[in-house]
């Protein structure tokens, strides 16, 4: 298995610019969670899918950011417009609800905001 | 709401010291309690996990041994290496089923 997949691995972009990321679950998992990751906040759940749809969304720090999952193979985060304080690493993850097989990360999205 | 803690970092150690990273939690209910691991430039990588009480993890030379009665999930390694430095993340799966909840990461360094 390939594992969890993101793209792109970098991006650069300039402030009030739209931004998307991908994401692509392991085979078989139908939960789906996006992250974001920095220094002075640390990991922080943005939202996360069950099936498709969207279960909590409660981290999305506001209406700039954006998330779907059309299909269970899937997965994008949107930021628009973009905002310096948004440059973060933003990884998914995805697992299999009711097992106990923790979550599988993918190799996150460094995206920076100038 | 659940909650974990860990020991703030860096922790920094020589080869072949014995590393402790303590964690502890709140939790309603009996959550299933993971640590995780990220290398430099990568996602998290699960090291090791525990679904109920007294339960030992264990995986590459790590330990955890799930503490009901003190609400700890305490890692550790006899023995590090320097390929060992890394940021080790101690988590939780709780009442809310497959949501994990993320302790704020203990960066370990290792020097030869």
């Known amino acids: 298995d390939a594992g969890v997949i993101q793209s792109p691995r970098h991006e650069v972009t300039e402030m009030g610019q739209e931004v998307t990321l991908r994401c692509k679950p392991i085979?078989?998992?139908?939960?789906l969670f996006w992250y974001r990751q920095t220094m002075m906040r640390g990991l922080e759940l943005l939202i996360y899918?069950?099936?498709?749809?969207?279960?909590?969304d409660s981290g999305m720090p506001e209406d700039r950011f954006s998330a779907k999952m059309p299909n269970a193979s899937f997965s994008t985060l949107k930021i628009q417009p973009s905002e310096p304080r948004d440059s973060a690493v933003y990884f998914c993850?995805?697992?299999?609800?009711?097992?106990?097989?923790?979550?599988?990360f993918g190799s996150g999205t460094r995206l920076t905001v100038v | 709401g659940d909650s974990v803690t860990q020991m703030e970092g860096p922790v920094t150690l020589s080869e072949e010291a014995f590393l402790t990273i303590n964690c502890t939690y709140t939790?309603?209910?009996?959550?299933?309690l993971f640590w995780y691991v990220q290398y430099p430039g990568e996602g998290l990588q699960l090291l090791l996990k525990a679904t109920k009480a007294d339960d030992k993890g264990s995986n590459k030379g790590f330990e955890a041994t799930y503490r009901k009665e003190t609400t700890s999930f305490h890692l550790e390694k006899g023995s590090v290496q320097v390929s060992d430095s890394a940021v080790y993340f101690c988590a939780l799966t709780g009442a809310a089923g497959n949501k994990l909840t993320f302790g704020g990461g203990t960066r370990v360094l290792v020097k030869p």
């Open positions: 939790a309603t209910g009996y959550p299933s």
């Open positions: 993850a995805s697992t299999l609800t009711g097992t106990d097989y923790g979550y599988t």
């Open positions: 899918f069950n099936n498709n749809v969207p279960i909590d």
């Open positions: 085979s078989g998992h139908n939960s």
